[in-house]
């Protein structure tokens, strides 16, 4: 018997994930596809577009061609959406990837070092190919699998898990998977309608049916308070060749970054972790370095501007230090331009509002506008805070809401953000009510869930077009 309890089961739990992580065989080709495509695609037309106007591929463009991988890695081709939805997320994806490199590039003064036709004929070509290489790929990938032979495969449990684990085999055909039926031990009339499949028989039958239909792919969906039905269909399975997989009923809490690990060989499931465990890491501290760097050295005339207009505007300091909870709940200090004629940093801090007497004149364009955050990027070469992640509350604030919201403290696994999801999804200015900061902690959560290093990037190009329109801020 082949048993196993595998991170694709696991991943198929989380938001983000696809279906196509559910089977060893599926997830080694697929997910080995999904992660190398786009990037690998990229690199391929850089070095055909210099290639094309006789451009030597030597340092400068081996080294580019690294960076530009690594941006890109890993690739969120999904075989499974509308072709419709393919040009907006290739152009979310692209835009904030070419946007950072050619400000790199001319900030370290390396773009002369590149053809300029070429680097237009590559920054037009990549998309170009995406599109065409995504809307292919899903008519090639189910002919991929049928090749090989299509696997067979029951579910046990006709619950909410297991139909949901149904309807992606029913729906989603590149999976390679002719979906059987389910097995459960409650009758039809107590299970109701079920949509995606059909009800083969009780637990007891399993075995047997296994066996005559030649099924080699069993998936266990019964929840866990069912232990002693689950090791006994264990027992009553040793007699076949079919691989068995537990799907574990883990939606009675909010997955963040869920996985499979092991401790000295002892299997653990992460149901809440940080996204930035490991190499992950390394990339995001390493993105917060060169871009807080650039931008910095492309601001400063702008801040020193800023600085004096705000000594002249209003008596106080020209930067407002307020300590806010940061990485794990530890208290730091983020810098900002002072926007206020107060500096309030009290157990009670009453939020700005629209047409607050408090705000100077300087300040309702500082806040306008943004600018008023610039200073956050020392914070991040600082170490205390990221580029991209949930924005840091005051420590007034976070007191009380953590009380009130739900999960409110999860969001602290990473460092906070200059900018965030919840910021460019419409959770921007006053949150006077509980609802609205419900609201904001959903997409914060959600950031942790899906982070890549191009939805960092997407982030980053959303606020400077929100900035330009904005006008929740004051």
């Excluded at 890993?74 to 393919?86: E, F, I, Q, V």
């Excluded at 008519?139 to 696997?151: H, I, K, S, T």
Aim: charged share 20%; with cysteine; glycine share 8%.
């Amino acid at each position: 018997m082949a048993s196993s309890f595998e991170a694709g089961s696991i991943d198929m739990l989380t938001s983000h994930a696809t279906p196509l992580n559910l089977f060893h065989r599926g997830a080694s080709k697929t997910s080995f596809l999904k992660a190398i495509w786009d990037p690998a695609m990229a690199v391929i037309v850089l070095f055909a577009a210099n290639a094309y106007y006789d451009e030597a591929i030597d340092g400068p463009e081996i080294l580019f061609s690294i960076i530009l991988f690594s941006m890109l890695y890993p690739g969120s081709m999904a075989l499974h959406d509308k072709a419709r939805s393919y040009l907006r997320e290739i152009l979310m994806q692209w835009l904030p990837t070419v946007g950072i490199l050619f400000l790199l590039g001319y900030g370290t003064h390396y773009l002369h070092l590149f053809d300029d036709d070429a680097l237009k004929a590559w920054a037009l070509g990549v998309p170009i190919v995406w599109l065409a290489s995504h809307l292919l790929l899903p008519q090639v990938w189910p002919g991929l699998y049928a090749m090989e032979g299509v696997r067979r495969a029951v579910i046990i449990g006709a619950n909410d898990i297991g139909c949901r684990l149904a309807e992606q085999f029913c729906l989603n055909h590149y999976l390679g998977v002719q979906f059987l039926g389910f097995f459960d031990d409650r009758s039809l009339e107590r299970l109701g309608e079920i949509r995606h499949g059909r009800l083969l028989g009780r637990l007891g039958g399993v075995a047997e049916y296994i066996q005559q239909s030649k099924a080699d792919a069993i998936f266990i969906a019964l929840p866990m308070a069912s232990q002693p039905r689950i090791l006994k269909l264990l027992d009553d399975l040793k007699d076949s060749t079919g691989s068995i997989y537990f799907v574990p009923d883990i939606f009675v809490t909010d997955l963040i970054q869920a996985r499979v690990d092991e401790i000295g060989g002892m299997p653990v499931v992460a149901v809440c972790e940080t996204p930035f465990y490991g190499i992950n890491g390394l990339v995001k501290r390493a993105s917060d370095v060169v871009v807080a760097g650039s931008i910095l050295t492309l601001i400063a005339p702008l801040m020193l501007a800023i600085s004096v207009a705000v000594k002249l505007s209003s008596p106080g300091p020209v930067l407002f230090k307020q300590r806010r909870y940061g990485l794990d709940g530890q208290e730091i200090i983020v810098y900002k331009f002072r926007s206020m004629t107060v500096c309030e940093d009290g157990p009670v801090i009453e939020q700005a509002k629209k047409e607050d007497k408090r705000v100077t004149r300087i300040g309702a364009v500082l806040r306008r506008t943004s600018l008023d955050e610039l200073p956050q990027f020392i914070n991040v070469l600082q170490g205390r805070m990221s580029v991209v992640g949930p924005r840091p509350h005051a420590v007034a604030h976070n007191e009380l809401y953590r009380k009130l919201v739900k999960g409110y403290m999860v969001r602290h696994k990473v460092k906070p953000g200059i900018t965030g999801l919840a910021q460019v999804s419409g959770c921007r200015g006053e949150t006077d009510t509980v609802e609205k900061m419900q609201k904001r902690i959903e997409y914060d959560l959600e950031y942790l869930r899906r982070w890549s290093l191009h939805l960092d990037l997407e982030i980053i190009l959303r606020t400077i077009l929100l900035v330009i329109r904005d006008r929740q801020a004051y």
